[in-house]
């Protein structure tokens, strides 16, 4: 049985934005949350500028409209992320979060017309079970805060859509430009005061540009591959890889709640990343 290549990127953006939020766990011990978001953002923008220049690409790509909504929805989705997690527990927030998948497959239906199979239907929320079990949210939510995190995923629900809209149009690069070039706009004003990285932290901040570069592009073949209800669920091994990250570097041991969560998970993305029928 052979396996497309759609969840198979999905699958290794995951493992680089898992990477990713280690980086940026450790980086944000001293450093601003915003402080991140923008050094990321001006890394990922400056790099992908130069690659866009080497391939003798249009900077700003052929779509433009389209590309800048895929960048605006993708900043909203992430602003709001960020504004759960200071309003709320983190476990909280980030299922709240993983709640994007779902709504890119059901947005799938509208926005790109595309169908899933009951059978699909069963693993996404099979997954989704296994989040829960490895997550294990109180759900002691405030009200506000918890309508703006379901916005936040709403939101990133429509990016991953675009990406997928854009897959005719621009390239790759293009279309992956446009989520920094839109977030350094958008995270300056929020950005409150800016503190000299020391160290290591520089060595940080890069490994989070390099990590979320590779993670964006990986995730966006996925969906020029594939149907963004199908890959879209990959990203759900992100938990497992950093349950992973959790045990080696900040010795969160998982007890046996997340080890079944990350056996559930696994499980139905082995058969989400099966041929279509």
Request: some cysteine; aromatic content about 14%.
């Amino acid at each position: 049985m052979t396996v497309s290549r759609g969840p198979v990127y999905m699958l290794l953006a995951a493992l680089f934005f898992s990477i990713m939020s280690a980086l940026v766990k450790a980086g944000g011990q001293r450093l601003p949350g915003q402080e991140m978001v923008f050094a990321r953002s001006l890394i990922v923008f400056l790099l992908l500028v130069v690659l866009i220049k080497r391939r003798g690409l249009p900077l700003w790509g052929v779509d433009k409209k389209n590309l800048l909504l895929r960048g605006f929805f993708g900043f909203i989705g992430l602003s709001a992320f960020y504004y759960t997690l200071t309003k709320l527990p983190i476990t909280d927030a980030t299922m709240l979060q993983y709640t994007s998948p779902l709504f890119t497959a059901l947005l799938a239906v509208f926005v790109l017309k595309e169908r899933n199979t009951a059978r699909n239907w069963f693993y996404f929320l099979m997954a989704f079970g296994g989040i829960l079990l490895i997550i294990r949210p109180r759900f002691s939510l405030d009200f506000l805060p918890a309508l703006i995190g379901l916005g936040g995923a709403f939101f990133a629900g429509l990016a991953y859509n675009w990406v997928r809209k854009l897959r005719h149009t621009d390239d790759v690069l293009n279309v992956m430009l446009y989520f920094p070039a839109v977030s350094i706009v958008g995270s300056l004003p929020m950005m409150p005061t800016f503190l000299m990285p020391q160290g290591w932290e520089w060595a940080i901040l890069l490994g989070v540009g390099l990590t979320a570069i590779a993670g964006q592009w990986l995730l966006t073949k996925a969906l020029h591959y594939d149907e963004a209800g199908k890959v879209m669920n990959m990203v759900y091994m992100g938990a497992v890889f950093a349950t992973g990250w959790g045990i080696l570097f900040f010795k969160e041991v998982p007890d046996y709640r997340t080890a079944v969560g990350a056996c559930i998970v696994v499980f139905a993305l082995i058969n989400i990343a099966r041929l279509k029928e």
